[in-house]
């Protein structure tokens, strides 16, 4: 027992510092706004950049046994437990079974994860599936969305068709957990993005409402927006965005995202210094810029002060949600003549 923190240190000082998988407060999403903001600096400075994944589609194949076997010892696992999973990772073999026929046995494949520049050229490819999210050469993120929308509209058909044995509510949880979800998942990249350009993922978000409330096509769905409680597509990225923003001023995102996103420190004490200001991006910046460094802060500076000086991150949900949707749900205030 004595050993076990000694074992978790070094394994923590061994972890790379872009490493985001198995770690508090990291995420896809995180590890993807890192490549994102680098492939976004590099073409703000008219520079090219070249993003290179390695798929592996069998990954548990490409572990070395031997590091395996030496790791679990290492974390306390031995004698006959040990022993038996040494057995099962020894002298492994596979077999394809098709049509009656059985291939011959061949054994784990050959660790072999260079990649060569020279004889086999690498062949670019206009976009590609990165964690989840498909990645085009213009960052448009134009693919993701309409993969995105057809996976959606595939949920809302199946929904639809088994619509009539459930009630609102039981609908309601079926469409946030199927269709929501997909359209939340890491759409802090999409942030930046033209209305024009996210306008199919409303419209999903349209039919999902209209179906939890088994509406017709055209009904109006502001109103419903607002009994779901649900925020709009282009609100929900900035929800998403601000709140990883509030992660890094408080400590709790990935040290990766701390350096884009830093606050406010005035050299005198000043009535601004409790506002809970980030440093802003340079008066040069582009305001079409999509950078997680310029979007942020600027989102941030923009909340009332009540909001960025929360202290608890439930309490900052909760007051940056209403904040939304008093500014994308509310009716205008009528104007005086």
């Known amino acids: 027992m004595g050993k076990t923190p000694k074992i978790r240190a070094k394994a923590t000082q061994k972890r790379h510092p872009h490493q985001s998988s198995f770690r508090p407060g990291h995420s896809t999403e995180t590890a993807l706004l890192s490549v994102s903001e ?3 600096a590099a073409r703000t400075a008219s520079l090219s950049s070249v993003l290179i994944l390695l798929d592996l589609p069998a990954a548990f194949d490409t572990v070395d046994h031997s590091i395996l076997l030496s790791s679990l010892s290492a974390a306390g696992i031995g004698g006959s437990a040990l022993a038996w999973i040494e057995s099962y990772l020894s002298e492994r073999s596979s077999q394809v079974a098709w049509g009656g026929k059985v291939s011959a046995p061949r054994t784990s494949p050959p660790l072999n994860l260079s990649i060569s520049l020279g004889d086999t050229p690498l062949t670019p490819t206009p ?60 759409n802090s990249l999409l942030a930046g993005l033209p209305a024009s350009a996210i306008r199919p993922l409303q419209l999903i978000q349209n039919a999902a409402a209209r179906l939890v409330f088994n509406l017709p096509r055209r009904s109006h769905v502001t109103p419903l927006l607002i009994d779901l409680h649900w925020l709009p597509v282009m609100a929900r990225i900035k929800f998403k965005t601000l709140v990883l923003a509030f992660q890094a ?3 709790s995102a990935p040290p990766y995202l701390q350096k884009l996103i830093r606050p406010c420190t005035p050299t005198r004490s000043l009535r601004s210094a409790s506002s809970g200001r980030l440093v802003p991006p340079p008066l040069h910046t582009s305001t079409r810029s999509r950078r997680l ?45």
């Not at 085009?136 to 929904?159: K, M, P, Q, W």
């Not at 439930?314 to 940056?320: G, S």
């Not at 939304?324 to 205008?332: N, R, T």
Request: hydrophobic letters at 45%; aromatic letters at 10%.
């Open 127 to 186: 976009c590609a599936r990165n964690l989840g999210v498909v990645m085009d050469n213009r960052l448009s993120l134009s693919e993701n969305i309409a993969v995105v929308t057809r996976a959606c509209r595939f949920f809302l058909y199946n929904i639809r068709r088994i619509r009539p044995f459930f009630t609102t509510h039981s609908t309601q949880l079926l469409v946030q957990a199927m269709v929501l979800s997909c359209l939340d998942y890491c």
């Open 38 to 40: 680098m492939l976004h």
């Open 293 to 337: 460094s310029v979007l942020a802060p600027r989102w941030w500076n923009e909340l009332p002060v009540e909001v960025r000086t929360t202290e608890s991150l439930t309490a900052f949900k909760r007051r940056l949600k209403t904040h939304l949707f008093k500014l994308h749900l509310s009716p205008p205030l009528p104007t005086s003549l």
């Open 249 to 251: 001023v408080r400590g």
